[in-house]
């Protein structure tokens, strides 16, 4: 999906500017493939301490048989102790062998329960499970506080970026107005939903964060193991345009799923008060296969953010933009290739993070010149990606 009046190739950044290279930072070169990246870590030093609890685990997950299921489990897990030990070595308060031990434990046994055979159903709309017995028909668990906690160890936080302050707290003055707020953001990581939380919650903005709503397509409501997490988040849960091309005989049936979730929305901004996230792109940023290591911003879908548009005029509240720059590429990289199916391999690296939230987006074309809005955002975007880019080299050069 290519930008009617702007190149795609102006939106490549340069891999090597993202790493603050320090000894508390990841080894891993970032040209290299994913699956050299975890060759490597298999035999990158780990602390003994680290090693004994990991090897624990993976002999636990190895006992359980279906190589198919357990294989990238263990991968995961040897990746997220990793991650741990770099971040206990960098003196990261909190982060033990314990506790990186149980964080695993819970996210192995939570995608059991709920990621295989009998799956937590999501609705087109979905509620986030914060531990309340009594609204939550006898859940006492904070999927929320789960998911931060996996993965906040993971993020250099120190060092990671939180950058917008005034945007967002004219972003909060009109959340607290009965406004309604639409983030539109690039997405790198599978974990984008936490690097949000933690970034917000640096910046001030923990309550906004937990409240946020996300714009999630099926893969992160039917992969085993993302299951748990997304059970922790405010959902409007849609089908991609194309996952509903791949299987003609269910396309009916998602695109009715896709109306009914856009009446919800439709409800949450007619309420007033609704803080929405959306990556307009459909998909995660993916390194280029030229060698270079680079990691383009996908490109802004026009149909969805005129989507959005429409949803805000139809509710009758006021309905404001913004763009928001993510760094989160290191922190959990994506497959090299888009993939339908689920049970992706995980890499998990212990790295600074970063958002930029932008001032408002103006509103700019009208009826027959949509795509200016969708160009702006875009650019936008990009603008405050390549400033995080600027500020992590300053970082390293420091």
């Known amino acids: 999906m290519l930008l009617s009046s702007i190149s795609s190739n102006a939106f490549v950044v340069q891999r090597n500017q993202v790493n603050i290279r320090n000894t508390q930072s990841t080894p891993y070169q ?6 050299e ?3 490597s870590k298999e035999t990158s030093e780990i602390s003994p301490e680290f090693v004994g609890a990991m090897k624990k685990m993976v002999t636990k997950l190895e006992s359980m048989g279906k190589p198919e299921l357990v294989s990238p489990l263990v991968h995961f897990t040897r ?6 030990d770099l971040a206990n070595k960098a003196g990261v308060e909190g982060v033990t062998v314990e506790s990186t031990a149980k964080s695993m434990m ?9 990621g295989m055979g009998d799956k937590y ?33 993971a993020m250099d ?33 599978e974990a984008d939903p936490q690097v949000m939380s933690v970034m917000m919650e640096k910046a001030g903005y923990k309550e906004e964060a937990e409240n946020m709503v996300y714009v999630a397509g099926h893969k992160v409501t039917t992969d085993t193991l993302a299951i748990p997490f997304s059970m922790g988040r405010n959902l409007i849960c849609i089908h991609s345009k194309k996952h509903i091309d791949a299987d003609p005989d269910t396309k009916s049936a998602k695109s009715r799923q896709n ?58 509240k006021p309905t404001h933009y913004y763009a928001v720059s993510m760094i989160s590429y290191d922190l959990c990289p994506p497959p090299d290739f888009t993939e339908a199916a689920t049970g992706e391999q995980r890499n998990v690296r212990f790295v600074p993070v ?38 992590f080299a300053a970082k390293k050069d420091e």
């Open 106 to 114: 819970d996210a192995v046994q939570y995608g059991m329960e709920f």
């Open 79 to 84: 990746e997220y102790f990793a991650a741990c």
């Open 354 to 391: 970063g958002i930029k939230v932008s001032d408002e987006l103006e509103n700019v074309g009208g009826v027959e010149s949509r795509h200016l809005f969708t160009d702006s955002a875009m650019k936008i975007c990009q603008e405050g990606y390549e400033e995080l880019l600027e500020k």
């Open 259 to 316: 109306l009914q979730a856009m009446s919800g929305m439709l409800k949450m901004f007619a309420k007033g008060g609704a803080l929405i996230w959306v990556a307009p792109s459909g998909g995660r940023d993916r390194r280029l296969l030229d060698g270079s290591g680079d990691v383009p911003i996908a490109p802004f879908d026009q149909k969805t953010i005129d989507m959005f548009r429409l949803m805000g005029n139809k509710s009758k």
């Open 121 to 153: 159903t999501f609705g087109v709309t979905h509620t986030a499970l914060r531990g309340d017995p009594e609204k939550e028909d006898g859940n006492e668990v904070d999927y929320y506080k789960f998911g931060c906690d996996f993965f906040r160890p």
């Open 37 to 39: 990246v975890a060759t």
């Open 30 to 35: 970032m040209t290299a493939t994913n699956e």
């Open 157 to 189: 936080i120190e060092n990671s970026l939180a950058l917008g302050e005034e945007a967002l707290a004219k972003m909060k003055e009109q959340i607290d107005n009965g406004e309604n707020v639409v983030f539109f953001a690039n997405h790198q990581s």
